[in-house]
């Protein structure tokens, strides 16, 4: 068994300690120091993941570390800033070194991608338990906000949400798909993609974002609560991977509106801003779909009076849907 | 009982959104907005709590959130940093309502008197696990790094390091204590007090520092391998509570050197700054005692061959003591 302080050190630190070019001050001191650029400020957002909630205790450690980061990274992309760096604090019943191998190259894969350095953190022996806090950069009037959405925006969302959802059904035994179809719906799972990229480049572009992590529906609901708004979607215009498209029509609508651990962005644009959104998913190189509209508040109709969501088919008439989005303390 | 989202805005969410006001954008977002003031750094740091390593199953929960935050608030402490938010994430195996109700009073008093703004978080089911991350800011120049000690320092730690271990001795049953002085030992354990306001006066006036995490001994070579340096220490000058002082003298110096959980700081300042060390102390309303010498390293002398500690008495006679510090992956 390693000592925690060779363990950090063999795994963690000196890597760190190699990277480190932003951080002033890294692994090794009792604080990191960083200053986001000059004007910029610092946009900080922390995660944890709990074995068994989060994850299963048979996920390859390769898939956790990346997606230990992901999800943080993701809210960075919501926001629209630029990765800088993170901590990282876990507690581990055993060290044991293979899962180490494994789980830090994951991490630090995805970190070396968007330049995010590992900059501080804390070992510990205990049940599995991942925190990561990230740090990235945005100037003040360029931030990507949930409160910002205005009447009559477009409502779009990047890539193919619900597959992540798909993927858990399947190893649950939920719902079968073809050994294919099963692995684009693992990857979705166990790699999802910070829309960073995306995220940057609707700089100026969208008004507010979040990323998908509880359901696209359950999540659409913090932005139109923050900006004191209603929406109507076209659930016939959510975008579905073919895999996806495979499954009976119940479980794709369950997956892409209530599925959780999607990590795609769902935003806001005004009407003329759809030919610069298009831009931007093509400089970023995913797929952004225009899925409803921003409506009014009216407290006149009891269907708009708080906060809310109107599902339609393409068609326009109405759907009954009842969902809700993932909630770490309900049963699921 | 509570849902995710009406717990977080219950005990902790609106308190923040009514206290921020150093962040631009707090809880509620993706994530949130925070600068340093110009011209200083962001000195961030983040530790986890788990139960059964870091407290014991039945810890007061008012003393549990006091603990959760001072420990990393003396982080920045030891930095010279002053304190400027946190976030925090925490698992939880069932939201109980007194319980949080205690946890946020024990944690929001002690971020109240430090100005200490919470800006963001995560709460999950699971284990009971705290992870803090903590934010302050520190002028570049005038951070207390590690790495900063010089030959001829001396060596300082402030308050009387071994009352926290002292106590946790005494709930253990390794030793007894009378009523009054396990009162002592416990408040120490479960109410450290970050120094922050020694931290900050002592900018300009000390070299190196860190804060007593870990016990005396294990910590303090954490600053002679950073500087490259030996240390010369005099066991009989160590600080003693007058309860530590009636357990016999080998717990004294087990508890003393070896104990952790103290959350003083250790520091280096020229022999040239004792008076500065004493004003600032005494503006901290704390007691700061000198208790070594920094040496050089010497490839000659076996003993000083590489980072150690020398330990004398007070008649200068050399004490052979084998300590290690507390480390999480082995054995207590």
């Given at each position: 068994m390693l000592s925690e302080f060779s363990l950090i050190d063999r795994f963690f630190a000196r890597r760190a300690r190699a990277n480190t070019?932003?951080?002033a001050l890294g692994i090794g001191d009792d604080c990191a120091l960083i200053a986001p650029p000059a004007g910029e400020m610092l946009a900080i957002s922390t995660d944890m993941l709990v074995e068994g909630r989060?994850?299963?205790?048979?996920?390859?450690p390769h898939a956790l570390g990346h997606k230990a980061l992901a999800v943080n990274l993701s809210d960075l992309a919501a926001m629209g800033a630029a990765p800088l760096g993170f901590t990282l604090a876990f507690s581990l019943p055993k060290p044991r070194e293979d899962w180490l191998t494994a789980f830090s190259a994951g991490l630090f894969e995805l970190a070396d991608r968007f330049g995010c350095e590992l900059i501080g953190g804390d070992t510990t022996a205990g049940p599995l338990n991942l925190c990561i806090t990230v740090f990235g950069s945005v100037p003040p009037g360029a931030a990507l906000r949930r409160d910002a959405a205005q009447p009559g925006d477009d409502i779009w969302v990047s890539g193919t949400p619900g597959d992540a959802r798909a993927g858990l059904g399947v190893l649950r035994g939920e719902w079968q798909a073809d050994a294919a179809d099963a692995a684009v719906f693992r990857h979705a799972l166990e790699r999802p993609e910070p829309r960073i990229a995306l995220g940057l480049a609707l700089r100026?572009?969208?008004?507010a974002a979040l990323d998908v992590s509880d359901g696209l529906a359950g999540d659409l609901l913090h932005i139109l609560e923050r900006s004191n708004a209603c929406a109507r979607i076209d659930v016939d215009a959510l975008p579905r991977s073919a895999a996806l498209a495979r499954l009976p029509q119940a479980v794709q609508r369950q997956c892409a509106l209530?599925?959780?651990?999607?990590?795609e962005l769902c935003f806001t644009a005004a009407p003329g801003a759809r030919s610069a959104v298009e831009a931007a998913a093509q400089h970023a190189g995913v797929r952004a779909t225009r899925i409803g509209t921003i409506t009014v508040l009216d407290p006149a109709d009891p269907a708009r009076a708080r906060p809310g969501i109107a599902w339609h088919d393409g068609s326009g008439a109405p759907l009954n849907l009842t969902l809700q989005g993932f909630d770490h303390f309900h049963a699921d």
């Open positions: 070019r932003r951080a989060h994850f299963l205790p048979d996920v390859d100026g572009v969208a008004h209530a599925g959780g651990d999607d990590y």
